[in-house]
């Protein structure tokens, strides 16, 4: 089975820094995402990472350590528009495309 | 990245009947996936279609309930059947892109059952 956890909530300064963690256990592993999701939006790919290391896209920044089953998203110079939840993925133990999802972190940003 | 629609967008129904969920990208895809959100809550994938076979079911979530239909690359639809409250979610479904590192979703369907 797979299973991944999150805090269900974060709150931040605009501003700041925020890391979410992301810690998972699966039985085959192909690579864990960042999903963003606004309320009454749908969810929106934000990165991805398949080997350890750090992974930037502008103001957005992922991490992943295969050998701790951990990962974080970071994210840096918080702007209000940032409030909303973010979910951790792993794609499927057996190769195939589906991704299974955390039950996701709420971001409250204070101006 | 994919363009994906869905109609109707919300709904409210009835308990005992039937909704039938419709699905549009605007490119083919090999595999379309559905997913449940109930509010504030994660993403359950409830099953995978795939064109030219039946779907793939997760665990909890039935055909009989789910019925899925896949007819060509680019389309599928869900129906939720025999609908009680507990079906009130939100549905949506996704495409994976073209390395499979991501998946971009449709808007989502509302559905509330009374």
């Known amino acids: 089975g797979q299973s991944l956890e999150q805090p269900s909530e974060v709150t931040a300064v605009e501003g700041a820094i925020v890391q979410i963690n992301c810690t998972y256990q699966?039985?085959?592993?192909?690579?864990l995402s960042w999903y963003q999701q606004h309320d009454g939006g749908a969810p929106t790919f934000l990165s991805y990472n398949a080997l350890d290391g750090l992974e930037e896209t502008g103001r957005f920044s992922s991490f992943l350590s295969r050998s701790d089953s951990y990962g974080y998203l970071l994210l840096q110079e918080l702007q209000m528009k940032d409030s909303a939840s973010y979910f951790c993925a792993v794609r499927g133990g057996n190769r195939d495309d589906k991704i299974i999802f955390g039950k996701g972190t709420r971001l409250h940003i204070l101006p | 990245s994919a363009v994906i629609s869905q109609k109707p967008s919300r709904d409210i129904c009835q308990r005992g009947t039937s909704l039938t969920i419709q699905c549009q990208v605007d490119?083919?895809?090999?595999?379309m996936f559905w997913y449940r959100q109930q509010p504030g809550q994660s993403l359950t994938l409830i099953a995978t279609?795939?064109?030219?076979?039946?779907?793939?079911?997760e665990s909890g979530f039935v055909i009989d309930k789910f019925p899925i239909s896949r007819p060509n690359l680019t389309f599928s639809t869900l129906t939720v059947s025999n609908m009680s409250p507990e079906d009130s979610s939100i549905y949506l479904c996704?495409?994976?892109?073209?390395?499979?590192?991501?998946?971009?979703f449709g808007p989502g369907t509302r559905l509330t059952v009374t």
């Open positions: 490119s083919q895809v090999t595999m």
């Open positions: 699966t039985s085959g592993f192909y690579g």
């Open positions: 279609a795939n064109q030219g076979s039946e779907a793939t079911y």
């Open positions: 996704s495409v994976s892109g073209g390395l499979a590192v991501e998946q971009y």
